[in-house]
């Protein structure tokens, strides 16, 4: 990194073990992205009643890259070492992503097949779609992205990814391309 990393604690104290594996999760992101320049880190109290209940923590991981930010933040926990490497398992995540959309490992979207969906059972939650040779091929209500399974209908062409079900060939990753016949 370029910058020194940079942790800070808001509404607590940290001890010298935390600081510690703060510092070691840092410098395993470099290992991730090469190009990270700068990581600050940010931990607190999300939660501190007075009647006894237990505190929650929240880690906060800003990462400068060239180009952009990317922050991190996970749902608070009540065990501060967890909710550290959660963050850190977050961050790692992140940057193997960007990395490898760098490198143009991630396959654009356009190499998927489409198909139309040609029978549909929906309160069953099911249906079949018609490949571009013409097969029929299952699809879970699942498998459509966004919720979008309630608004189907017949004739909707959609993108999927094909994969071998337990009794054949069957869609998942179903996104709606265009709606209506």
């Not at 929240?58 to 996970?74: F, S, Y």
């Amino acid at each position: 990194m370029r910058l020194p990393l940079q942790i800070t604690a808001r509404d607590l104290e940290l001890s010298p073990n935390v600081e510690q594996l703060i510092r070691e999760e840092a410098e395993k992101l470099e290992s991730f992205y090469e190009r990270l320049t700068g990581c600050r880190v940010l931990v607190e109290t999300a939660h501190r009643y007075p009647t006894g209940e237990r505190v929650q923590y929240n880690v906060r991981i800003d990462l400068t890259v060239p180009g952009a930010e990317l922050v991190i933040k996970r749902q608070p926990h009540p065990d501060l070492w967890t909710a550290i490497q959660r963050a850190f398992d977050a961050a790692r995540r992140r940057l193997q992503d960007r990395a490898r959309r760098r490198r143009g490992d991630v396959k654009a979207k356009s190499d998927a097949p489409t198909g139309r969906v040609v029978r549909l059972f929906p309160y069953e939650g099911y249906g079949f779609l018609q490949t571009g040779d013409g097969r029929e091929i299952y699809f879970h209500r699942n498998s459509v992205l966004r919720g979008g399974f309630a608004r189907l209908d017949v004739g909707v062409e959609v993108r999927y990814a094909e994969e071998d079900g337990a009794h054949g060939p069957q869609a998942s990753t179903v996104t709606v391309l265009r709606w209506g016949r």
